[in-house]
């Protein structure tokens, strides 16, 4: 028993190590683009071209895969069943998306584990042990994998942009491929698994009822005796209830953590076109300006969604249009003037995002602080806006692969067995003939 336990803890640190080695390595490379080092390292067509250190990543990454942590399971196997059927069996497996699965729920066991060892409030958390034939909508997906799975895969896919934009090293090689392949793996599963082992999950009628579920669920207004399945605002509240009950270290340990997400915008700035050849903390202080200027214009585009009179209503939409307008021409001012590229509108996008999220992680966790300034329906409003755009960042491209009936198709023979599909299939027709007859009798 007591060996059962230990063998318990040490595979949920395996799997915070596994995951926090790959923070620990992209923020790293983060560092080194942004901060230049990495261009300067790579200067020497020595330290460009070296072969044996390229064999040595290219190595480190199938471990990274899992190749090892696969090794005991086909040795298992194999000394029951035989090599051979060990390696079929295995390759079956991977057939039927085993890995994702594995990837994804690492994630899960990963957030809530580092959760508890943060804030405390340790809970049991269903994990569906049946046979799951259902279709679970998309706003159910996002609420149970939302800050699990959803917002560490996004951040992890902008490090991953931002390291393919500005990195130097490795790019005329494989070698690039063999170091990044399992963190983009990483970063597809938790974004699309909980759409891809979705039953029914790219059925065109399905994606149009989730949508107006979607639609319904994060408009709706939170309150006393509202249920998270009712309201985003609800939900909201409620996913960071623990911190209400963290002590000191977990609050300052949420703000210091929170903070990372502010080096996006540190470095970022001074990779712009305009920006390069300066290095002057005014010009931080200018882009922190024109962040603020943003989400004032945001909290004045959300105040027109709330229930007022026909004339303020009118009044709102005016100032909305007149703040659109303003943004639009000073961006055709700075193209035409400073010339300012396309990359460099993307890359203020990927600076500003996750400084604004950050600013959000650290509202929540001094939420007392911003209740007594009265900034907290601002922040309310703000994070309605980000879970908005994150929802349509998701829900585009299973809406794209639900215009091809084949991704279907695949889905059900992927998820059920031939025999399950074909009893599936009758039990629906049979199920139609018979509502058929009652509603003929009725009538």
């Known amino acids: ?250 609050i300052v340990a949420e703000v210091l953590l929170s903070l990372r997400f502010f080096l996006y915008q540190y470095g970022l700035v001074y990779h712009l076109s305009i920006t390069k050849k300066t290095q002057s903390i005014l010009v931080y202080c200018i882009s922190v300006l024109i962040l603020l200027v943003v989400l004032l214009a945001v909290k004045i585009v959300s105040l027109g969604r709330r229930r007022l009179g026909a004339q303020v209503q009118l009044v709102f939409r005016l100032i909305r249009f007149l703040v659109f307008a303003i943004l639009l021409s000073i961006l055709i001012v700075l193209f035409i003037v400073v010339h300012i590229t396309v990359l460099d509108i993307f890359v203020t996008f990927l600076a500003f995002v996750p400084t604004g999220w950050g600013i959000l992680q650290i509202a929540q966790a001094l939420k007392p602080l911003f209740k007594k300034t009265g900034l907290w329906s601002w922040i309310r409003s703000l994070a309605r806006g980000y879970e908005v755009a994150m929802g349509i960042l998701l829900y585009v491209p299973v809406t794209i692969l639900a215009w091809f009936p084949f991704v279907s198709e695949f889905q059900t023979r992927m998820l059920f067995n031939q025999a399950f599909s074909r009893g599936l299939q009758i039990s629906r027709i049979i199920g139609g003939h018979r509502r058929d007859k009652l509603s003929r009798a009725k009538d």
């Open 1 to 250: 028993m007591l060996s059962c336990y230990f063998t318990t803890i040490g595979f949920y640190f395996s799997n915070m190590l596994t995951v926090l080695t790959v923070y620990v390595f992209l923020y790293g490379r983060l560092y080194l683009v942004l901060s230049g080092l990495e261009e300067g390292l790579t200067t020497g067509r020595k330290f460009a071209h070296n072969r044996p250190l390229q064999v040595a990543l290219a190595s480190q990454s199938f471990v990274q895969i899992g190749l090892l942590m696969a090794l005991p399971m086909i040795m298992e196997m194999g000394l029951e069943k035989g090599f051979s059927n060990a390696v079929s069996e295995f390759l079956l497996m991977q057939l039927q998306l085993a890995s994702v699965f594995f990837t994804f729920s690492l994630g899960t066991k990963t957030h809530y584990y580092g959760r508890t060892l943060l804030h405390g409030g340790a809970q049991y958390r269903g994990t569906g042990r049946g046979f799951v034939v259902f279709h679970a909508k998309f706003a159910e997906n996002y609420r149970l994998y939302s800050r699990s799975h959803f917002v560490k895969g996004l951040e992890l896919l902008i490090l991953l942009v931002i390291y393919q934009i500005f990195g130097s090293s490795y790019k005329s090689t494989v070698a690039y491929l063999f170091i990044t392949f399992s963190m983009w793996f990483m970063v597809f599963t938790w974004l699309f698994s909980p759409f891809l082992f979705n039953p029914s999950g790219f059925e065109w009628q399905k994606i149009v009822d989730d949508w107006s579920d979607w639609n319904k669920w994060i408009n709706n207004r939170g309150g006393i005796g509202v249920s998270d399945e009712k309201s985003w605002e609800s939900w909201w509240e409620s996913e960071h209830e623990h911190l209400i009950y963290s002590g000191v270290r977990g």
